[in-house]
């Protein structure tokens, strides 16, 4: 049957996907430039045993094929992407301060890196059957609509990256593969652990409607409906995941 490839899977909101998607009957393969021992035995013990993990830098774009032959030796050829993987800016300033290494470092990674796997993933996937369902899922944030001049790098890299998806899902809705962006708000995960208290007394004031932080099982439950083909006709949605923080209000 293969297996779903989950970037960023080791910890956070990826962990939380893939530990929803192995529950649902997946085999699931999380790749992740990390390779700390400790953090993916504990990841792969909390998954489950239809799990393994693949350590792959998304800004190493020469080793994709690599990557992609050694996951589909060990657990089958992969019928659908979960794209999370990220990173955040690398220090929150004033944007006319912004450094060129650290718009490099984020674009790298969350535009560079990430389109590359994807288009590597969508060329097997248009060779693959189509039974499994075949789909790709790009996790990116309410940042690409919603402005942060002290994170600029990163809230342009979510904008580029949900205009992939929207290209994606144009080019390969003709092979009946799916594509589809989440969009999370302020979700509980090791990302946002630095900002912790900055944030938890404007949710509780109504910055986020739900009056609540996000979880990564929140984001997981959106995910695998999409991933499973019970969206199929709605290729190219995009879904908030935030509690309402993105509604437009007056």
């Not at 690398?90 to 984020?106: E, I, K, S, W, Y």
């Amino acid at each position: 049957m293969g297996c779903i490839i989950v970037t960023g899977g080791q910890r956070g909101i990826g962990l939380g996907i893939a530990r929803v998607l192995h529950g649902a009957g997946h085999a699931v393969a999380i790749v992740s430039e990390s390779g700390d021992a400790g953090v993916i035995d504990a990841a792969l013990a909390e998954i489950g045993p239809r799990a393994a993990h693949f350590r792959h830098d998304l800004r190493d774009t020469d080793r994709i094929p690599a990557l992609l032959d050694s996951i589909a030796a060990r657990m089958g050829a992969p019928h659908a992407l979960v794209s999370n993987a990220g990173v955040g800016a690398p220090q929150r300033g004033d944007m006319l301060t912004l450094a060129p290494d650290a718009f490099d470092l984020v674009s790298g990674i969350n535009l560079r890196g990430t389109f590359f796997l994807a288009q590597a993933v969508a060329r097997r996937l248009v060779a693959a059957p189509a039974d499994p369902y075949r789909s790709m899922v790009f996790v990116t944030s309410v940042s690409a609509r919603m402005a942060s001049e002290e994170r600029a790098e990163y809230c342009m890299s979510k904008a580029g990256a949900a205009m992939m998806v929207a290209l994606f899902a144009r080019r390969l809705a003709q092979d009946g593969i799916g594509v589809f962006e989440i969009r999370p708000g302020i979700i509980s995960s090791p990302m946002t652990a630095p900002v912790r208290e900055r944030y938890d007394g404007r949710i509780r004031d109504g910055l986020v409607p739900a009056r609540r932080w996000g979880l990564p099982e929140d984001v997981a439950r959106a995910v695998l409906p999409l991933i499973e083909g019970r969206m199929a006709y709605s290729t190219g949605a995009v879904i908030p995941v935030d509690g309402g923080l993105s509604i437009p209000t007056l």
